[in-house]
């Protein structure tokens, strides 16, 4: 199974049925049956099985302490030969390489998934995190974000759960703008400047945010109900309208406010920088380390950076945003 990820070619292998058939939801719209010369550049491999085989015995060099009680939800452990194993806490272990990319290689990611991955959107996680070396050793940089586009003009929403973030682009998506990507997108600098690019994946919505836009109900398919949250491809949520690659105007960090009235306040650089390198950078992928932190200052030199206040006046929202990416 292979898609297109503008310039790279993505093999995607696996000797398990739903495997598949959840990339094959996942990435509806992008898969590819064209033979590309040379053949696919980056590959994951990934194996289901009951239980994930034993951790090393060494503690692992990183964690991410997401969880109330310390614990990480992903832990990455040194291996020999310039690769790391990483443990997703939810039922993954896969083993990425991070030496450059030779010239006659085409690196490959490969790992095991217990059935607990694929539930609450782990699956498409793992997926994303074991390419993003891969992808970064192309020229590629993921940033977590919500991108649109519109009229030659990017934005990125950028925010943790529940900060706004999925509301305030669907809102974008309902007045005009075209999407990029919902939580994942791919950044290259460009002779221009930095550029995002159409990046797949699911779209979570929560019930309170049919409430917000209601209007969001006549965009979806007849089977999606609308009195409780779901996961929906963004392939089918934009009936295949994808945004083209687009240079970045401006960053927007969203905070859900009680007031009745959004506002959009001035944000210094240095803090948006801050904030989407806790957002985006790996920082267990040292080799690229500064490189990805390299295109993040430059992102930043390069865009307006706001505050986004966001009050009740939801319909107020994509007509601020417009003014201020001009």
């Known amino acids: ?95 990425v390489p991070l030496d450059p990319l030779a010239d006659n290689k085409n690196p490959e990611a490969h790992g095991k998934v217990t059935a607990q991955a694929l539930q609450n959107g782990r699956f498409e996680d793992v997926t994303f995190t074991s390419l993003a070396p891969l992808l970064r050793r192309q020229g590629y940089f993921l940033v977590h974000a919500f991108a649109a586009a519109r009229n030659g003009r990017c934005v990125l929403i950028v925010g943790a759960t529940r900060s706004g973030k999925t509301t305030t682009g669907l809102n974008l998506l309902l007045n005009g703008w075209d999407l990029l990507s919902n939580d994942v997108v791919m950044l290259r600098h460009q002779a221009e400047g930095i ?83 806790q957002e985006s950078i790996d920082r267990w992928d040292e080799p690229c380390l500064q490189a990805h932190i390299n295109i993040l200052q430059h992102l930043c030199k390069q865009v307006n950076t706001f505050s986004l206040n966001l009050g009740q006046d939801m319909a107020q929202v994509p007509k601020l945003i417009s003014t201020y990416s001009r």
Not at 246 to 260: D, E, M
Request: hydrophobic share 40%; net charge neutral; glycine share 6%.
């Open 1 to 95: 199974m292979r898609i297109h990820l503008d310039q790279v070619v993505v093999d995607l292998a696996s000797d398990n049925n739903h495997l598949i058939a959840e990339w094959e939801r996942l990435f509806e719209g992008w898969l590819t049956t064209s033979n590309p010369s040379p053949p696919a550049i980056i590959r994951l491999t990934l194996q289901a099985c009951r239980q994930l085989p034993a951790l090393p015995p060494d503690p692992p060099f990183f964690r991410d302490n997401l969880l109330s009680d310390g614990s990480g939800i992903l832990s990455v452990y040194r291996q020999p030969q310039n690769h790391v194993l990483l443990h997703f806490l939810d039922g993954a272990l896969v083993g």
């Open 195 to 277: 550029y995002a690019y159409p990046t797949p994946g699911d779209v979570g919505i929560r019930r309170h945010t049919f409430n917000l836009l209601p209007q969001l109900a006549t965009c979806l398919p007849s089977e999606y109900p609308t009195d409780q949250a779901i996961n929906i491809s963004g392939q089918q949520l934009i009936n295949g309208r994808w945004a083209k690659p687009c240079i970045v105007n401006a960053i927007f960090l969203p905070k859900i406010i009680t007031g009745n009235h959004s506002k959009v306040i001035p944000l210094p650089r240095a803090v948006c920088l801050a904030h989407l390198m």
